[in-house]
């Protein structure tokens, strides 16, 4: 029996890691470079197996990919290729620099600290040229390792209570989060990161699956240490965060080989040696579920966390309409092209961008998420405030966005440069930005509703519509980051409407400084 009923636990590591401005002042942590981790899981004694290397051009414009779906029945099984191509578009390294300590390899969704701590495994039944089995990407190779072989789906269905996305999908992509990796920079925070990080992933897969034809479902309600145990991670170090169902088919998969027995495979040491921040453990074991039927009971609605319509202005401004571009004024770049091309914003130009690419962003950033914790479709769990500081057709100044109203409605006008700065962690990234988007969330109805894994699913949703943010600003040639926050701060900053929120995530949107377009 696990705890995840009892919030206690989220609360504690949700106030546990903060940032203030006395905490980041007072905290003696320091990278130690020589002890800095491996940036990929490698199994030594595997070969891998390579993937096509061919990025197959889909066409389907990006604006329309992050926004859309297809629907949860219709038949549609990948094959090598579009494995390859979800895999490369999600989690392949699509840049490299050298810097004077070594190679960093950029990858193809942002990531804290470029550490990239979330690992991809595949389960899936036979495909067009791979057999059925269990598998661990490679991105340094762009290669699959074969862990089982053989068609391992049912033991997946067991541990997420017969969901009915993965009882049908030929293949299961499952993301894994991996401590250390993170925690060498950004210590027991990094659980947040998780979600973020995950979801940043998440969004590009998401797409990329849409724009592939294949119908896609984000599954978190799972037996945690069935599935840690499919894929023989050590628990202590790395955990599965996420499921991803792809595709659909009408037959259910066969009956699993009975015992899922350890592998013992070496795995290459990520450090020489390794931090424990214990805190992440007990969020992440209190926020673990441990039988089918907990399982099945958590999942499905979303709990009601919606604000009243504007009533009397706060401000003598009257709310205002998006004005997203339509079809036709809409860049059609495609999802390949505009994920190979993005890159977070390492300096933003202090100019405007428009209302309506703002709009466009909005509307097409936050129209839902298929997932089993957001029934009914398009319900979720962050709002979003807004610094404005340069777009054109709004007054610089505070703003909430009413998602279902398609409003922005301001909180208070005036130019908040100096306090986005500070907000963003005294950086210069959210003070020189057109417009900063936070993601702030009451956590108490998402835990009443969900435990403390309400916690993973807030994160990992913000996750999501960060990175659909950061797609439909580089599809409109816009540049974007992510960014990290004094908690606390932000919270007053929007209040009073905000008050009782968490801060959850930011990203900022501008025009980058080196490219103006
Ligand atoms: C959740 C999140 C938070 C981030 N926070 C910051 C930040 O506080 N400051 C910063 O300069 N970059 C931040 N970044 C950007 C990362 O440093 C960047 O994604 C990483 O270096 C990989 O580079 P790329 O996004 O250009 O591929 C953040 C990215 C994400 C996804």
């Not at 206690?8 to 002890?35: G, M, V």
């Not at 004694?45 to 219709?74: D, K, N, W």
């Not at 007054?395 to 005036?414: I, N, Q, S």
């Not at 999501?464 to 004094?486: D, M, N, P, V």
Request: glycine fraction near 8%; include cysteine.
């Amino acid at each position: 029996m696990t705890d995840n009923r009892n919030p206690e636990a989220a609360w504690t590591y949700h106030e546990s890691t903060k940032h203030s401005y006395a905490s980041i002042r007072s905290s003696l942590h320091f990278l130690d470079w020589s002890n800095q981790p491996l940036p990929f899981k490698i199994y030594p004694t595997l070969e891998p197996m390579r993937l096509p290397g061919e990025v197959r051009q889909t066409g389907v414009a990006a604006l329309s990919a992050i926004a859309e779906g297809i629907p949860a029945q219709t038949t549609a099984v990948p094959d090598l290729e579009a494995v390859a191509q979800l895999l490369y578009l999600s989690a392949g390294i699509t840049r490299k620099r050298n810097y004077p300590g070594g190679v960093i390899y950029f990858r193809a969704a942002a990531c804290t600290g470029a550490l990239y701590e979330v690992e991809l495994y595949l389960v899936c039944g036979d495909l067009a040229n791979l057999e059925a089995g269990v598998y661990h990407f490679a991105p340094a190779e762009f290669g699959l390792r074969k862990l089982r072989a053989g068609d391992y789906r049912r033991v997946l269905l067991e541990a997420t209570g017969a969901e009915p996305a993965i009882a049908h999908a030929p293949l299961t992509i499952l993301c894994t989060c991996t401590y250390w990796r993170n925690a060498w920079k950004y210590q027991a925070r990094t659980y947040r990161h998780f979600g973020w990080d995950n979801g940043t992933l998440l969004a590009n897969l998401l797409a990329v699956a849409t724009a592939l034809g294949l119908p896609a479902r984000v599954v978190c309600g799972f037996v945690d240490a069935s599935v840690n145990r499919l894929l023989d991670v050590d628990p202590q170090r790395e955990v599965a965060f996420s499921l991803v169902a792809v595709g659909h088919d009408v037959a259910l998969p066969p009956s699993s080989p009975a015992e899922i027995s350890p592998l013992s495979l070496e795995t290459v040491p990520l450090s020489e040696r390794e931090v424990d921040y214990p805190l992440m453990r007990e969020m992440h074991a209190a926020s673990s579920l441990g039988s089918a039927e907990e399982v099945a009971a958590w999942r499905g609605h979303a709990p009601k966390t919606d604000f009243p319509p504007p009533s009397a202005p706060l401000v003598p401004l009257q709310p205002f309409s998006l004005q997203p571009l339509s079809d036709a004024e809409m860049p059609r770049d495609p999802i390949e092209q505009v994920i190979q091309r993005r890159g977070s914003t390492r300096k933003f130009a202090r100019s405007a961008i428009t209302l309506p690419q703002l709009s466009t962003i909005l509307d097409r950033a936050t129209r839902g998420i298929p997932a089993d914790f957001l029934d009914p479709f398009g319900a979720l769990l962050n709002h979003l405030y807004l610094i404005v500081h340069a777009v054109d057709g709004l007054p610089p100044g505070a703003y909430v966005f009413h998602r279902g109203r398609g409003l922005l409605e301001c909180l208070k006008e005036g130019n908040f440069r100096t306090e986005a700065g500070y907000l963003g962690l005294e950086q210069e990234l959210p003070a020189d930005a057109a417009v900063d988007i936070f993601f702030l969330a009451d956590l108490r109805p998402i835990f009443e509703r969900f435990g403390n894994r309400g916690y993973r699913v807030a994160q990992l949703e913000a996750g999501i519509l960060g990175g659909k943010l950061y797609l439909a600003a580089y599809a409109q040639r816009l540049g974007a980051t992510g960014l990290t926050f004094f908690d606390d701060d932000v919270v007053r900053f929007f209040s009073p409407h905000a008050a009782g929120k968490s801060a959850i995530f930011l990203v900022a949107v501008g025009h980058s400084a080196k490219h103006k377009s």
